[in-house]
T-cell receptor, first 112, second 114 residues
Framework: DQQVKQNSPSLSVQEGRISILNCDYT??????FLWYKKYPAEGPTFLIS?????DKNEDGRFTVFLNKSAKHLSLHIVPSQPGDSAVYFC???????????FGTGTRLTVIP | ETGVTQSPTHLIKTRGQQVTLRCSSQ?????VSWYQQALGQGPQFIFQ???????GRGNFPPRFSGLQFPNYSSELNVNALELDDSALYLC?????????????FGPGTRLTVL
């Protein structure tokens, strides 16, 4: 039962343009959402997070939007850079728990 | 500040064998979680240890067991290995307070079961 879904396995974007990565979830008990970036042969690296009491969180070139009614979040990267090429995982945490539920990941390729 | 480290990097075992994977938490962290990432999938939560006690478990059978030591390092043990246990095993450490803290992941151990 996949409670966090990333329906796009891959995304290609030109350098300088916007990258939009999407994530859907099914469990209404999730109260905290995170995006991780993963390079080959490395563990996932925390990128940005958002609490369920907010609908937007911004950190430099990265912005996460949360639409609770649609159970949907997205990660915007503007402008995209070749170094952003990696696999991006969406993750969620249930209220009162510390373990994370991950999506299957989206491989982003930023073309120079 | 030392990050999360895992050993070994790669491991090949045969079906039915037992394996032990090791993790050293980031300095100052008191909680370690283990995840299994199968090919093409996202990490799946195995279990978490907080102050040497199991503090939550995912949908994994009892042949997956763990330990956390006083220095907050940890082991993941898998008995009676099956072919489907082939995966990347990730360890993540965090400092648990009243607020949620992000988990910091190690590079993982790639286990292949033949």
């Amino acid at each position: 039962d996949q409670q966090v879904k990333q329906n796009s396995p891959s995304l290609s974007v030109q350098e300088g343009r916007i990258s939009i990565l999407n994530c859907d979830y099914t469990n209404s008990m999730f109260d905290y959402f995170l995006w991780y970036k993963k390079y080959p042969a490395e563990g996932p690296t925390f990128l940005i997070s958002i609490s369920s009491i907010k609908d937007k969180n911004e950190d430099g070139r990265f912005t996460v939007f949360l639409n609770k009614s649609a159970k949907h979040l997205s990660l915007h990267i503007v402008p995209s850079q070749p170094g952003d090429s990696a696999v991006y995982f969406c993750a969620a945490r249930r209220t009162g728990a510390n373990n994370l539920f991950f999506g299957t990941g989206t491989r982003l390729t930023v073309i120079p | 500040e030392t990050g999360v480290t895992q050993s070994p990097t790669h491991l090949i075992k045969t079906r039915g064998q037992q394996v032990t994977l090791r993790c050293s938490s980031q300095s100052g962290h008191n909680t370690v979680s283990w995840y299994q990432q199968a090919l093409g999938q996202g990490p799946q939560f195995i279990f978490q240890y907080y102050r040497e006690e199991e503090n939550g478990r995912g949908n994994f059978p009892p042949r997956f067991s763990g330990l956390q030591f006083p220095n907050y390092s940890s082991e993941l043990n898998v008995n009676a290995l099956e072919l489907d246990d082939s995966a990347l095993y990730l360890c993540a450490s965090s400092l648990v307070t009243v607020y949620y803290n992000e988990q910091f992941f190690g590079p993982g151990t790639r286990l292949t079961v033949l």
